[in-house]
């Protein structure tokens, strides 16, 4: 992989003309590249470039997947293919949902990616200007009226966000920041977002108005949920409950309070009884978990304690979301948690894969995804062998009246395979478990 551009690198990377011109005599189609929405807020679409979030890298067939947030991009890579900000093509696994732009040249119906770079926005602010979890929890503590920003769009801030931290969505800075800063240029501002460019670029635009003490939160939301809880909004549960989403809602109140009335869905655990109630509570650590009563913040330390990483508490008391009009009920309420995690859109369960795999219908087509060298060491005897980076070539091969159904060894090349094929108009699913497959057929799932 190389940092230094070879001639591939450098064709693409000259002006639009010559791009134009050496992919012309090469045969390779030209057109504007897919951006994310949040990207086209900032940026311009340009001729074979792509700009979204990494959502996935797979070293054994060379290909990377794009989050471009309507749909997903799968781009291949090669030896020729130039990076930059990172320091090899390998270093992309510790950057799943980061910022990335790519520019590539498309033939035959495959993008080749020729060069991959992290945006590294961050680079441009100073060293002081940039806080980690404690940096920012003590400038919190000594600045009493310190305001902490939220950079993200307005849905996964309803959802869930730093407590006290207002909206201020990169997005719409200039529709909104007359109304959410401060007026005093001096007032000490701290942003905030994914540990993306939302947050960096909202802190350049805040000094270029004049403010002087302004930071930037690098870790952002996910690092603050690795050891602290979160704040959700009325409107957001209310969501949740009308959708039914995944999530547990635990009511701390005592029971007699619960059984005159409470929140529609909601697990009565006193706050008292939190202790013994600890193995009710969901195995998967990153389970949505709401609270909500007197001593919600306390419960929540304790949960995270536990090892939640998706604990939140919900501001309003129960007189207040009754008195909105949300959704209650009366009586007794649930007292055992019974938390059922939601299907990823286009996933199949492992009950139904393991029949598959067992006695496919004859409707349903198995499709192992992995390379020959992992396949001569054991395969499904139902299923039938396309490598993911051979797909594409292979369409002809696929039944489109048929329900496919794609795995591999860790469960990224499946979901890959099923966006390559959804972008190419074939209906698919897959399974997003790892599967080790024996010589003899045989095979074992890893959740």
């Known amino acids: 992989?190389?940092?230094?551009?070879?001639?591939?690198?450098?064709?693409?990377?000259?002006?639009?003309?010559?791009?134009?011109?050496?992919?012309?005599?090469?045969?390779?189609?030209?057109?504007?590249?897919?951006?994310?929405?949040?990207?086209?807020?900032?940026?311009?679409?340009?001729?074979?470039?792509?700009?979204?979030?990494?959502?996935?890298?797979?070293?054994?067939?060379?290909?990377?997947?794009?989050d471009m947030g309507t749909h997903k991009e799968v781009v291949k890579y090669d030896d020729d293919t130039a990076v930059k900000n990172i320091k090899d093509i390998d270093e992309l696994k510790l950057h799943r949902g980061k910022g990335f732009r790519i520019h590539y040249?498309?033939?035959?119906?495959?993008?080749?990616?020729?060069?991959?770079?992290?945006?590294?926005?961050?680079?441009?602010?100073?060293?002081?200007?940039?806080?980690?979890?404690?940096?920012?929890?003590?400038?919190?503590?000594?600045?009493?009226n310190v305001l902490v920003l939220d950079s993200r769009p307005p849905e996964p801030y309803q959802e869930a966000h730093i407590p006290g931290s207002k909206l201020l969505p990169a997005p719409a800075f200039d529709k909104m920041h007359a109304q959410?800063?401060?007026?005093?240029?001096?007032?000490?501002?701290?942003?905030?977002?994914?540990?993306?460019?939302?947050?960096?670029?909202?802190?350049?635009?805040?000094?270029?108005l004049g403010y002087t003490n302004v930071k930037v939160y690098t870790g952002g939301f996910p690092d603050w949920m690795q050891a602290e809880y979160a704040?959700?909004?009325?409107?957001?549960?209310?969501?949740a409950i009308e959708k039914d989403f995944a999530y547990v809602l635990v009511d701390?109140?005592?029971?007699?309070?619960?059984?005159?009335?409470?929140?529609?869905?909601?697990?009565?655990?006193?706050?008292?009884?939190?202790?013994?109630?600890?193995?009710?509570?969901?195995?998967?650590?990153?389970?949505?978990?709401?609270?909500?009563?007197?001593?919600?913040?306390?419960?929540?330390?304790?949960?995270?304690?536990?090892?939640y990483r998706s604990v939140r508490v919900l501001p309003a008391s129960f007189d207040d979301w009754k008195l909105a009009g949300n959704p209650v009920a009366a009586g007794d309420a649930k007292t055992t948690?019974?938390?059922v995690p939601k299907p990823r859109p286009g996933t199949v369960s492992t009950a139904e894969f393991t029949q598959l795999a067992g006695a496919p219908s004859g409707n349903t087509v198995l499709i192992?995804?992995?390379?020959?060298?992992?396949?001569?060491?054991?395969?499904?005897?139902?299923?039938?062998?396309?490598?993911?980076?051979?797909?594409?070539?292979?369409?002809?091969?696929?039944?489109?009246?048929?329900?496919?159904?794609?795995?591999c060894a860790s469960g990224l090349r499946a979901e890959i395979a099923h966006n390559l094929l959804k972008n190419s108009g074939v209906k698919s699913r897959f399974f997003a478990s790892a599967v080790a497959v024996a010589q003899d057929g045989s095979f074992i799932i890893k959740e």
């Open 337 to 339: 948690i019974a938390f």
């Open 252 to 307: 701390l109140r005592p029971a007699d309070a619960v059984k005159a009335g409470h929140i529609q869905s909601a697990v009565s655990i006193p706050l008292a009884d939190l202790d013994r109630a600890k193995d009710q509570f969901p195995k998967q650590k990153n389970a949505p978990i709401v609270l909500y009563g007197d001593g919600k913040e306390e419960a929540a330390k304790k949960l995270g304690s536990w090892g």
């Open 105 to 144: 040249a498309e033939e035959k119906g495959e993008k080749k990616a020729v060069l991959v770079t992290r945006f590294d926005i961050l680079q441009t602010i100073q060293p002081n200007d940039k806080l980690t979890r404690d940096e920012f929890k003590k400038f919190m503590a000594d600045n009493k």
């Open 231 to 239: 704040v959700t909004t009325p409107a957001w549960l209310k969501t």
């Open 180 to 208: 959410v800063l401060p007026q005093d240029k001096a007032a000490p501002i701290v942003f905030y977002c994914v540990g993306g460019c939302l947050s960096p670029t909202n802190f350049m635009r805040t000094k270029a």
């Open 368 to 407: 192992d995804v992995r390379n020959p060298s992992e396949v001569a060491k054991g395969k499904i005897k139902n299923a039938i062998n396309i490598p993911q980076e051979e797909l594409v070539q292979r369409l002809a091969e696929i039944p489109k009246d048929k329900d496919i159904v794609t795995h």
């Open 1 to 66: 992989m190389k940092r230094l551009f070879g001639f591939t690198a450098f064709v693409t990377l000259c002006s639009a003309a010559s791009l134009s011109f050496a992919q012309v005599a090469a045969g390779i189609d030209i057109k504007g590249g897919p951006m994310h929405p949040l990207c086209k807020n900032c940026h311009q679409a340009d001729t074979n470039m792509m700009r979204g979030q990494l959502d996935g890298f797979a070293p054994p067939s060379q290909t990377i997947m794009m």
